[in-house]
């Protein structure tokens, strides 16, 4: 199936740890995203990576570390993790840039909860 | 600012006719869209509209624009328990997509 897949798709973890999750996407896609869904589904983007290179950094902790070590793959690493963090993370992915109007294809999600 | 705004929450009747409305307030966007994201899943695009345009028809779906005003609607005709989701509108702003705050829409059989 081509999609764009993340794991896993539950995360509980106790604050203090570090986690990690993963997106791959399979639709030879230029242009990667992670948003960050809240409680109140607000949807806000956190990251963008236009063929691996980090084009958008949202005011996002540095405790939040992306890395696209392809351009198939952007991962999302979370240092120290606070209650504050408990949320789904979506990752998408865009046949082209952010210079032009295109269709963002979201993955499945990640709920994480911080306890 | 950059802020699209919807109503929180619409509950309509089966076979009902419904209406999500959207502000937004980046008036430079190529295109204008709509999301559908049903329970744990990811979004979905469920149709968009050039800016250039007034109305847009596609089977149940109608979506007007007002580029005056920035206002853009979405209808869904026949309203099916299976459209019961969240539905977001959205625009591209100068470097990022912003989507609306989201619109639950429950159908009652």
Known sequence: DTAVSQTPKYLVTQMGNDKSIKCEQNLGHDTMYWYKQDSKKFLKIMFSYNNKELIINETVPNRFSPKSPDKAHLNLHINSLEL?????????????????????????GTRLTVL | GEDVEQSLFLSVREGDSSVINCTYTDSSSTYLYWYKQEPGAGLQLLTYIFSNMDMKQDQRLTVLLNKKDKHLSLRIADTQTGDSAIYFCAEKGTYKYIFGTGTRLKVLA
């Open chain 1, 84 to 108: 504050g963090d408990s949320a789904v993370y979506f990752c998408a992915s865009s046949p082209l840039g952010l210079a032009e109007d295109n269709e963002q294809f979201f993955g499945p």
